[in-house]
């Protein structure tokens, strides 16, 4: 590679790594606003706010519902973490 091959590359990079960061932001801002979107509905299911078997069945629903919830936000939060960490690697891979 050239000189300005390499420059351009890092600009490339760079490019890509701002903008990584910037959806990295996004989707930790989204999962802070969502982790705890249904925990109220669980605390109450878990205190009782319903009874038999129809209640039971509703909390166990909304207990799984958070539960993807938080995996899914979780996955996302670290499926954008790694991309960065890999853009910064190629990045100072050029330096």
């Known amino acids: ?27 930790q801002a989204i999962s802070d606003q969502h982790w705890s979107l249904i925990s109220s509905s669980c605390q109450a299911m878990q205190a009782g706010a319903w009874f038999g078997p129809k209640a039971r069945q509703f909390g166990a629903a909304v207990d799984s ?15 954008a973490q790694q991309k960065v960490a890999d853009l910064r690697s190629e990045l100072s891979g050029l330096r």
């Open 1 to 27: 590679m050239t000189d300005g091959d390499v420059q351009a590359r890092r600009r490339d990079l760079q490019a890509k790594l701002d903008q990584a960061q910037g959806v990295l932001s996004r989707i």
């Open 65 to 79: 519902h958070q539960a993807e919830l938080r995996s899914s936000l979780s996955e996302a939060v670290t499926s």
